[in-house]
T-cell receptor, first 117, second 116 residues
């Protein structure tokens, strides 16, 4: 069965420091996508970054980077220069094929990040 | 108005009520999704529509009934719900998958449902 594991239920980081949120995945499908989403207390899921299974380079989007280690099946999110507004729940997710041409987004259990002033 | 909107934002209903959740996207997407987010549990995919056709129903009880009249609108009709159905219901949209690529899903703010 395919699944996403986030082993850190909660993380604390000092403002302006970097933080790494862990994510490991398990799939036998060679084609998959990995996503990170941020969910503030308001509830909306905000897309942060994407990594395709065939991408050779690690994805980066501003202060976010994805440390993709395919052999270890890990896709850790690195947030540089943390800001108070980064405090939120962070979800790792993976797309897998569904019937027909659709694909399913499967989420991990999330990591609650708190940025300390 | 842009993005994905959901109404109502909050809903309290009794177990014998019938209500509907509405989702609307202004992003030109053709795939839409309903997710359920319960406390302390990962998001659960409920329904998927690709070009208005339902492509997935993840063993969701029949008291939840989706409707997708066009690619911009998605409804979730609720009837005779149980207290354990209380959760945050999130709608999302994305480009369709027929091109073989991966596309991020854009989420609405969710409807916080409480069943009493």
């Amino acid at each position: 069965a395919q699944k996403i594991t986030q082993t850190q239920p909660g993380m604390f980081v000092q403002e302006k420091e970097a933080v790494t949120l862990d994510c490991t995945y398990d799939t036998s499908d060679p084609s998959y996508g990995l996503f990170w989403y941020k969910q503030p207390s308001s509830g909306e899921m905000i897309f942060l970054i994407y990594q395709g299974s065939y991408d050779q380079q690690n994805a980066t989007e501003g202060r976010y980077s994805l440390n993709f280690q395919k052999a270890r099946k890990s896709a850790n999110l690195v947030i540089s220069a943390s800001q108070l507004g980064d405090s939120a729940m962070y979800f790792c997710a993976m797309t897998l094929p569904l019937s027909g041409s659709a694909r399913q987004l499967t989420f991990g259990s999330g990591t609650q990040l708190t940025v300390l002033p | 108005e842009t993005g994905v909107t959901q109404t109502p934002r909050h809903l309290v209903m009794g177990m014998t009520n019938k209500k509907s959740l509405k989702c609307e996207q202004h992003l030109g997407h053709n795939a839409m999704y309903w997710y359920k987010q319960s406390a302390k549990k990962p998001l659960e995919l409920m329904f998927v529509y690709n070009f208005k056709e339902q492509t997935e129903n993840n063993s969701v009880p029949s008291r939840f009934s989706p409707e997708c009249p066009n690619s911009s609108h998605l409804f979730l009709h609720l009837h005779t719900l149980q207290p354990e159905d209380s959760a945050l219901y999130l709608c999302a949209s994305s480009h369709p998958w027929e091109a073989g690529g991966d596309y991020e899903q854009y989420f609405g703010p969710g409807t916080r449902l409480t069943v009493t």
